[in-house]
């Protein structure tokens, strides 16, 4: 195959791959795409890049002038498609021997190169214009990268813009917001501790009143009952002479009227009671009637010495109460007039009267049978008294 | 309804109200007293034996005895009612009865007898009294020349203090 004939076909193979080139570069523009093309192509031919360079630095020296001038040309009328063809001239040429290497020839291949330069872009050119591709590719790309990050800026700037225009329309308007908040959950919270509080308060305070309440019925029922029964209190009603049966317990001499006189009864066997109070001696059968036998002693003074066992237990009216004494001293007729008269209970209710002559008590039977009942002794009615 | 709770019940307040019936009581003595409960309360009588005591136990709980594989409380009856203490004798005896399925013992100073009782001749006591104790009289009954004063077991203790008491064992 002679030189020329090889020219053609490069001619001829230049020809149809730009005119497929062009058409592929009106469709597709990606880079990624070229580089496939640019893979395909090493494939292709097997073109090593360092061969290449070297290639260029060798024959671009001379054909520099002519270079940059047909890169303006082919530049105006080839766009990206310059690479594979200046590819595949070079891979020509690696082809066969180094046009350089050979001096005669150097003249004859440096118009070919020219003359291919002008129909087909020339290899050197195309080199520098896929450089200049690739730059213009990396201006794009950062043009593309500028662009959104000036994009990116804008929007910051816009979203800045806009937040500065609510800055201005409305300064720091989050911490007014979270102070609104802030200070509407305060508001709540204090008016919810406020209502706590109050309701707390309210009900404290209707508990005190109520406890008030409570606490002057009860004082306002005690002295009722004490008015009750102080005025319910009635001394003994007897005739202008009336006998009385007067007793000793352990010293102490007392009166009963007779009228009030269930029984004068001895007894030796006096059964105690658990549970019961002090002066609860116990209960004695007489005469098959549980009689309640009463420490009189015990009942008047509560710090006395047990008493062993009364020689006569004394009933009263016609209840199962009766006290002990130790020495009966017999009855006497008494005028109302030898008797000292209660007119009031105070803080005895068991005494009628004192009988002048022989200053001693005349049993008030009646209350004395209702403090046995309610199981006081003169020591709790004192102390009920007091309170 | 049981007999045993007819009986329980029939100890109780409402004795007024059930006059006429008879009832068997095993009468017992804390020193010079005689107290009955119902036989259908009392399971045994047992002699008195070793008891061993229980270290933060209520004051009137003497401690506890094997009955036949059965820990059962013993009860200071004496403590309980209020009575100074006494000696243990030949005579002192450990009841083991039953109220409201607790099964306790109580010491008493001696077993006396089974008497059989006409509900009317039973009488109330006096209520004169402020201590809890009180309530566990339910009446009083003439026997010879003695007096029976009656317990009503049931009000022995409290739902806690059966509880505390049976827990022992």
């Known amino acids: ?387 | 309804m049981s007999d045993e709770n007819k009986n329980e019940s029939i100890i109780g307040n409402k004795l007024s109200e059930k006059k006429g019936e008879l009832l068997r009581w095993v009468t017992f003595k804390l020193g010079n007293e005689l107290y009955g409960v119902n036989v259908m309360q009392v399971r045994e009588v047992l002699r008195y034996t070793d008891i061993a005591p229980v270290p933060g136990a209520p004051s009137y709980v003497l401690g506890i005895i094997n009955l036949r594989g059965n820990v059962v409380t013993v009860i200071d009856t004496r403590a309980r009612f209020g009575i100074p203490p006494a000696e243990v004798t030949d005579n002192t005896r450990i009841m083991i009865i039953e109220s409201e399925k607790h099964v306790i013992g109580i010491l008493v100073d001696s077993v006396a007898e089974v008497a059989d009782l006409n509900t009317a001749d039973i009488d109330d006591t006096p209520n004169v009294g402020t201590e809890e104790n009180a309530q566990f009289i339910s009446g009083v009954c003439n026997r010879k020349d003695d007096l029976l004063i009656l317990i009503d077991l049931t009000k022995l203790f409290t739902e806690t203090e059966w509880k505390e008491v049976t827990n022992l064992g």
């Open chain 1, 1 to 387: 195959m002679s030189f020329h004939e090889i020219d053609d076909t490069l001619v001829e193979y230049f020809k149809q791959m730009l005119a497929e080139e062009s058409e592929l570069c009106d469709n597709n523009n990606d880079a990624q795409s070229q580089k496939a093309v640019k893979s395909s192509d090493k494939d292709d031919f097997g073109i090593d890049t360092s061969s290449l360079d070297a290639c260029l630095d060798d024959a671009g020296s001379s054909l520099q002038p002519d270079a940059d001038k047909d890169t303006v040309n082919v530049s105006d009328t080839v766009s990206s498609d310059s690479q594979e063809s200046s590819i595949e001239v070079l891979d020509t040429q690696s082809s066969f021997d180094n046009p350089l290497e050979n001096d005669s020839s150097v003249c004859s291949s440096l118009a070919h190169f020219e003359a291919l330069a002008r129909i087909s872009s020339d290899p050197l050119n195309a080199q520098i214009q896929d450089q200049n591709e690739k730059n213009d590719e990396k201006l794009r790309d950062t043009d593309i990268s500028d662009d959104v990050s000036l994009n990116v800026e804008t929007a910051t700037a816009a979203e800045n813009e806009n937040s500065t225009k609510l800055a201005f329309a409305e300064p720091h308007p989050l911490e007014k917001l979270l102070e609104k908040v802030e200070t509407k959950t305060e508001n709540a919270t204090q008016e919810e501790v406020r209502t706590d509080t109050q309701e707390a308060v309210q009900t404290v305070e209707q508990d005190v009143k109520s406890e008030q309440k409570e606490a002057q019925i009860i004082e306002d029922t005690k002295s009722e009952d004490n008015n009750k029964s102080q005025e319910e209190w009635h001394n003994i009603e007897l005739p202008k002479e009336f006998q009385a049966l007067f007793f000793l317990v352990k010293g102490i001499r007392f009166a009963v009227p007779l009228v009030n006189l269930g029984g004068i009864f001895q007894s030796e066997k006096i059964t105690p009671l658990f549970g019961k109070p002090k002066w609860f001696m116990g209960i004695a059968d007489i005469r098959g009637k549980k009689m309640n036998v009463v420490d009189t002693l015990k009942w008047v003074k509560s710090d006395a010495p047990d008493s062993e066992n009364y020689e006569y237990k004394i009933a009263l009216d016609n209840t199962l109460w009766s006290i002990g004494c130790d020495e009966l001293e017999g009855n006497r007729i008494l005028s109302n007039d030898s008797v000292t008269w209660r007119q009031h209970s105070g803080n005895r209710p068991w005494l009628a009267g004192i009988v002048k002559k022989e200053m001693c008590a005349l049993l008030h039977v009646e209350e004395l049978i209702k403090m046995f009942e309610k199981g006081v002794n003169l020591k709790d009615l004192d102390l009920q008294m007091s309170e």
